[in-house]
C-alpha cells in the first residue's frame, strides 16, 4: 500500500508543518497571558486566499486551549453569527452550571436567558450575547481562566452583526476589563470596507496581522519536514525548485509538496529534482484553478482588461504599457491597479511598474478562450504576435 501522503493542498486544512508563523503565535499567546490591555488581546489576521490565515486561526485557538483557556470558534460567512455564538457561550455556560454563583444564574435569568433544564438550544441569542459573554467571562476571571473568540471570514460578514459584535467585544473587554480575548481574520479587503466603516471602531482598533507568503527558509521547511517526518528527504536541489516554484505561497507550497510526493517511487525514501519538477507542473496547473479563476469570477470587466494587458508581458509591467493599451488615462489605469492590488491579484515591483503575485496567473490568463479576442482590441506594438496577439520584444514600445 502506498504510504499516506502528508501535504494538505484543501483551503483551511492544517498542513503538516506550520512555518513562518511562530512570531504571530507567540504574540497572541504572550497577550492571553499578559491580559486585556495587552494590544494583541484583540487581533485580525488578514491575508490572502490560501495564504493560511484560517490555518493560523485554528493554531492559536488550539495553543490558547492547550494553555487552559475556553475558546469558541466561528465563521461570518453565514447569517446568524450573533446567535451561534450566544448558543456556543450558553453552552459552555451549562457544562459549569454547579460552578456558577447564584448571582450569575439569576442575571441570565433576568436577561431571559436559560440555563440547565431551563436552556433553549432553538432560542434566539442573539440580541443577548453581550449578557452570555459577560457571565462566562466573569466567572472565568475569577479561577484566573478565559476565554477566546475566534472568527473566520470576516469579509463575509453581515456589517449589522459586525458592528453588534464589536461593541461587545468592546464593553466585555475593554471596558470591563474581563478575560474574553478576540482573533478575526479575512481577506486585505477588509482595510476598504468594514476597516473603513465609523462605525466599527472596535475592528479599527484591534492589532494586525499580514498572513503574506512564506520565507524561503520557512518555505522550506514546509516542504523538506514534512518528507523528513516520514524517513525520507528532498534534495538541496528539489527543495529549491519547489520554494521557487511555490514563491512561498503556503497553499501552492502544499499543492507542489502533494504532487511531488505522488510522483516519488518511494516518497518515504526520497524525493528527487525530478519529482518535484513533475509535481511542480501539475501544481501550476491546477492552483489556476482552484486560486486564480474564483478570483478572476469576482472581478469586473475594467479589471479583467487591465490584466489582460498585463499578461501579454512576460514578466513585469509597465504602468505606462498597460494604460496604452487599454487606451486609457493614467488616472483610469491606477484605480484599476489598486483595486486588484488589493484583490491580491498583482503587486508593485518599483515605480510605475507591476506584476502578478503568483506567476502562474499569466500563463491562467493566457489560457482563457476570450485572451485572444481581447488581445485584439488592446492596442498592441506593430509586429508578428508570438502564439497570441501581443508584441515581440523587438517592437514592443514599452521595452
Not at 504574540?27 to 485580525?44: E, F, I, K, N, Q
Not at 478575560?179 to 471602531?201: H, K, M, R
Not at 514563491?247 to 518515504?268: K, R, S
Request: proline fraction near 6%; aromatic fraction near 6%; hydrophobic fraction near 45%.
Amino acid at each position: 500500500m502506498r504510504p499516506l501522503n502528508p501535504f494538505a493542498p484543501t483551503f483551511g486544512a492544517a498542513p503538516p508543518v506550520l512555518a513562518g508563523r511562530d512570531g504571530i503565535l507567540r504574540d497572541v499567546l504572550d497577550a492571553l497571558t499578559t491580559g486585556p490591555t495587552h494590544p494583541s488581546y484583540t487581533s485580525l489576521l488578514l491575508g490572502r486566499r490560501g495564504s493560511g490565515k484560517t490555518v493560523a486561526l485554528e493554531a492559536l485557538r488550539s495553543s490558547a486551549q492547550e494553555n487552559g483557556w475556553l475558546t469558541i470558534s466561528e465563521a461570518a460567512v453565514t447569517r446568524g453569527l450573533l446567535n451561534r455564538l450566544a448558543h456556543s457561550t450558553a453552552e459552555h455556560l451549562n457544562k459549569i452550571l454547579d460552578e456558577l454563583t447564584v448571582e450569575t444564574t439569576r442575571d441570565l435569568a433576568a436577561a431571559g436567558i436559560g440555563v440547565g433544564p431551563d436552556y433553549n438550544p432553538e432560542a434566539d441569542l442573539s440580541r443577548r450575547l453581550t449578557n452570555v459573554l459577560r457571565a462566562l467571562a466573569s466567572h472565568l476571571a475569577a479561577t484566573g481562566a478565559g476565554l477566546v473568540v475566534t472568527v473566520d471570514e470576516l469579509h463575509a460578514g453581515e456589517v449589522g452583526e459586525l458592528r453588534m459584535l464589536g461593541v461587545t467585544v468592546q464593553d466585555v473587554t475593554r471596558v470591563e476589563q474581563l478575560p474574553l480575548a478576540f482573533v478575526g481574520a479575512g481577506l486585505p479587503t477588509l482595510e476598504d470596507t468594514l476597516l473603513a466603516d465609523s462605525s466599527i471602531t472596535f475592528l479599527q482598533r484591534c492589532a494586525r496581522y499580514d498572513i503574506g507568503f512564506l520565507e524561503p527558509p520557512a518555505a522550506a521547511a514546509a516542504l523538506a519536514e514534512p518528507i523528513r517526518q516520514r524517513g525520507g528527504q528532498m534534495s538541496s536541489g528539489a527543495v529549491d525548485h519547489a520554494v521557487n516554484t511555490s514563491q512561498g505561497y503556503p497553499f501552492l507550497i502544499q499543492l507542489v509538496g502533494f504532487h511531488a510526493w505522488e510522483a516519488a517511487e518511494d516518497p518515504t525514501s526520497e524525493v528527487t529534482l525530478e519529482d518535484v519538477t513533475s509535481g511542480a507542473a501539475t501544481a501550476l496547473r491546477q492552483v489556476g484553478q482552484l486560486v486564480v479563476a474564483p478570483m478572476w469570477k469576482d472581478l469586473p470587466d475594467g479589471a479583467r482588461r487591465f490584466l489582460v494587458a498585463m499578461a501579454v508581458d512576460d514578466a513585469v509591467s509597465r504602468m505606462a504599457a498597460i494604460a496604452k493599451r487599454l487606451g486609457a488615462s493614467s488616472g483610469y489605469a491606477s484605480v484599476y491597479r489598486q483595486r486588484l492590488i488589493k484583490a491580491g491579484m498583482v503587486t508593485p515591483e518599483g515605480h510605475g511598474r507591476l506584476d502578478f503575485v503568483l506567476a502562474a496567473a499569466r500563463q491562467w490568463i493566457r489560457g482563457l478562450d476570450e485572451f485572444p479576442l481581447v488581445c485584439e482590441s488592446l492596442r498592441l506594438a506593430d509586429g508578428d504576435p508570438i502564439g497570441f496577439a501581443r508584441p515581440t520584444p523587438a517592437t514592443s514600445p514599452d521595452r
